[in-house]
T-cell receptor, first 113, second 115 residues
Framework: QKEVEQDPGPLSVPEGAIVSLNCTYSNSAFQYFMWYRQYSRKGPELLMYTYSSGNKEDGRFTAQVDKSSKYISLFIRDSQPSDSATYLCAMSGDSGGYQKVTFGTGTKLQVIP | EPEVTQTPSHQVTQMGQEVILRCVPI?????FYWYRQILGQKVEFLVSFYNNEISEKSEIFDDQFSVERPDGSNFTLKIRSTKLEDSAMYFC?????????????FGQGTRLTVV
């Protein structure tokens, strides 16, 4: 089983839709959960991170972590064409700088005007 | 807005040659990282660097790889004898004290093509 699994998509939605992006993981040591957005041929851009289980909201974005199910989600409300990108989930066991971050393969999202 | 800067944006090299990829992290950051992304695959951790030494490295980061912070601003990744399978996008990242890898800022990447 892969450490982090993410549906590669592509996922196409109409503008204004609510988007749900998900990852599952197998390593119970993961404590920090991050979501990155990556535009084509660009570096990943951090959207938000959460610690342990729970929800976190930032504008149109909401991150959810369910450690009991080893399942994390990113919701995008009122999706915009500018949200079209690849979304990467990422996880680490600790926030310490020496801890490696494990990425999912990314889900490609297209928001159609 | 401060950003991580990587040069060159694209590097083509012959198999067996040495390459040095360069990065200028954000100025007050203390943690530095290299990641790579083979075309169509996931971003993979290579190495983290703190206080002038390697903090952690992955199994990918073998003896042909090395990192260095030669001065107060640059952070480099050297690949001694490149192989075809080293062709990938290489990303440098940095984070500030207290934030570490949960809030790392990535550069735009260097596309390395080994021919």
């Amino acid at each position: 089983q892969k450490e982090v699994e993410q549906d590669p998509g592509p996922l196409s939605v109409p503008e204004g839709a609510i988007v749900s992006l998900n990852c599952t993981y197998s390593n119970s040591a993961f404590q920090y959960f991050m979501w990155y957005r990556q535009y084509s041929r660009k570096g990943p851009e951090l959207l938000m991170y959460t610690y342990s289980s729970g929800n976190k909201e930032d504008g149109r974005f909401t991150a959810q972590v369910d450690k009991s199910s080893k399942y994390i989600s990113l919701f995008i409300r009122d999706s915009q064409p500018s949200d079209s990108a690849t979304y990467l989930c990422a996880m680490s066991g600790d926030s310490g700088g020496y801890q490696k971050v494990t990425f999912g393969t990314g889900t490609k999202l297209q928001v159609i005007p | 807005e401060p950003e991580v800067t990587q040069t060159p944006s694209h590097q083509v090299t012959q198999m067996g040659q040495e390459v040095i990829l360069r990065c200028v992290p954000i100025s007050n950051h203390l943690y530095f990282y290299w990641y790579r992304q083979i075309l169509g695959q996931k971003v993979e951790f290579l190495v983290s660097f703190y206080n002038n030494e390697i903090s952690e490295k992955s199994e990918i980061f073998d003896d042909q790889f090395s990192v260095e912070r030669p001065d107060g601003s640059n952070f480099t990744l050297k690949i001694r004898s490149t192989k075809l399978e080293d062709s990938a996008m290489y990303f440098c990242a940095s984070s500030e004290p207290g934030q570490a890898n949960t809030e790392a800022f990535f550069g735009q990447g260097t596309r390395l093509t080994v021919v």
